[in-house]
Structures are given as structure tokens and as C-alpha cells.
DNA sequence: CCAGACGTTGTT
DNA sequence: GTCTGG
DNA sequence: CCAGACGTTGTT
DNA sequence: GTCTGG
């Protein structure tokens, strides 16, 4: 699953990657500093297309359906295999792709609970397939939230875990992001784990296990 | 028709 | 044990 | 995902 | 809001 991430690169860096990945129309909207341990209910940086441009915004990490009026019960994770059938993903999944950056995830051994930090092994930034949504809370105010989809786990992941979120192709960013991209079996064909040998894992301090050290210890080798 | 659920993970 | 918060 | 709280009364 | 179960 994927419950922890990183975006461990500059504001520069990330620019950089913004400008030579996505046709942006508002990047002045972004000020980043580098991140080590993201948890849910934090606001994560997500790419979405409105239909001729790219936009990237901030959003709530931890999907509230529609008719859901408060945050609690945020799912953090959508299973790849089912995201077209069921209720609270249906419509997500037709018309609100989304696409989150990092590069990097953690994910805790399922039985000695140590954490590991995955990456790709080029170390580049990636995306996570996801999906956003918004709902009107109690307040009156308008509540953007969003989740990340998983599939199973590749070789590399195995032997610590059976799911694994999903890394999209850049290949196939366009295509997520698309909004007037209607077929169910091309975008669930994009949904499935990345490739084992182009990624690294390492085991981490479990100082990364509480969620306020967001610091560089984090994705230090053990 | 209305009532009640609507999700994942892992664990039992 | 279970829920909330980050 | 993990960490940390988990309650009431009255008083400040 | 929408789907499933009775």
C-alpha cells in the first residue's frame, strides 16, 4: 500500500520538472520545500488537466466522497482492480484523474515493521495515479481531497509488502490526465505495478515512523 | 419501494 | 481495542 | 502509514 | 449522490 511518501527535491528542481513534463498554466501557485516524510491528511502536490491546460495545485491527501460533508473517513488508497465499480471511485474515475508527485515512498516491512525507502533507481521525480474530488463541508467551505491507487506488489516489493501504489509510465501521463479520455480498459491498462528492476529500495530509520520528523534522516541508509 | 452502505490495509 | 490527527 | 489519545466537572 | 439488498 502506500501510506508515507517523499518529495525530497528543491523548489528549483522541481520547477525545472514541472516545465519540462507538463504544459503548466500556473506554476506560481507552487512553493516547495523539500519533503521527507508526507502523511495523509497533508495537502500533497497533484498535476490535473482541465481539458486544454496542465494545473498544479496543492490538495488533501485522503479522498472524501461526494455526499460526505466532513473529513473523516478519508481513504487514502483506491485498489486499482476496482476503482470502476465501486460507489465512492465511479465517477472520480471517469472524470477526475489526477496525478501526484514524489520521489519516493516508504513502506514497513508487514512483519518485522522496519520501514524502507523505495525510489526509482535514476532517482527521478515520479507520479502516482490518482484521483481528487471535492465536497462542500459543514462550514460552507469547499474541500479538495484525493487518493492514490494501488496494485499489487512487484519482485522488488514482495517480501514486504502485497500492494504497491501505482507509478505511472510518462508515457501515459497524458492519457491519466486527459478528462475527455472515456475508455475504462485503456486507463485501467495503465494501472499496473513498475517495472522492479528500474527501482531501489533501502531500509530507514524508524524515526520516519512519526510523521512530524520531516527531516533528511529520514531517507538516510541504514 | 425504502434503508443503508458507500474504502483500504491487514488480521481474524 | 479503536479512533483521530498528522 | 504510525503515534497518541481515549473524560468530566468546574474554574481560569 | 448512487448503488445494493431486502
Redesign the pocket.
Known amino acids: 500500500?502506500?501510506?508515507?511518501f517523499t518529495l525530497t527535491v528543491s523548489e528549483q528542481t522541481l520547477q525545472t520538472y514541472l516545465n519540462n513534463t507538463f504544459n503548466v498554466s500556473n506554476k506560481t501557485a507552487i512553493s516547495h520545500q523539500p519533503q521527507y516524510n508526507i502523511?495523509?491528511?497533508?495537502n500533497i502536490l497533484t498535476v490535473i488537466n482541465d481539458g486544454k491546460k496542465d494545473r498544479v495545485g496543492y490538495i488533501s491527501w485522503?479522498f472524501i466522497?461526494?455526499?460526505?460533508h466532513t473529513?473523516?473517513?478519508?481513504?487514502?488508497?483506491?485498489?486499482s482492480e476496482?476503482?470502476d465499480?465501486?460507489?465512492?471511485?465511479?465517477?472520480a474515475f471517469k472524470l477526475k484523474r489526477c496525478i501526484i508527485l514524489s520521489d519516493g515512498f516508504y513502506?514497513?516491512h508487514?512483519?518485522t515493521?522496519k520501514?524502507f525507502h523505495f525510489t526509482l533507481s535514476n532517482r527521478k521525480i515520479f507520479a502516482f495515479a490518482g484521483l481528487w474530488n471535492s465536497t462542500i463541508l459543514e462550514d460552507g467551505t469547499t474541500h479538495y481531497s484525493c487518493v492514490i491507487i494501488?496494485t499489487e506488489a512487484n519482485a522488488l516489493l514482495k517480501d514486504k509488502?502485497?500492494?504497491m501504489p501505482v507509478i505511472l509510465s510518462p508515457n501515459d501521463y497524458s492519457t491519466w490526465l486527459n478528462p475527455n479520455q472515456n475508455n475504462t480498459k485503456t486507463l485501467k491498462t495503465i494501472l499496473k505495478p513498475y517495472k522492479s528492476s528500474d527501482m531501489s529500495a533501502y531500509p530507514v530509520s524508524?524515526a520516519v515512523?512519526?510523521?512530524?520528523n520531516n527531516f533528511i534522516d529520514c531517507i538516510k541508509p541504514l
Open positions: 500500500m502506500c501510506g508515507r502523511a495523509p491528511s497533508q485522503g466522497p461526494a455526499w460526505q473529513k473523516k473517513n478519508a481513504i487514502i488508497n483506491a485498489r476496482t476503482i465499480k465501486l460507489k465512492s471511485f465511479k465517477q513502506e514497513w508487514h512483519i515493521k520501514p494501488t509488502h502485497h500492494r524508524s515512523n512519526n510523521p512530524s
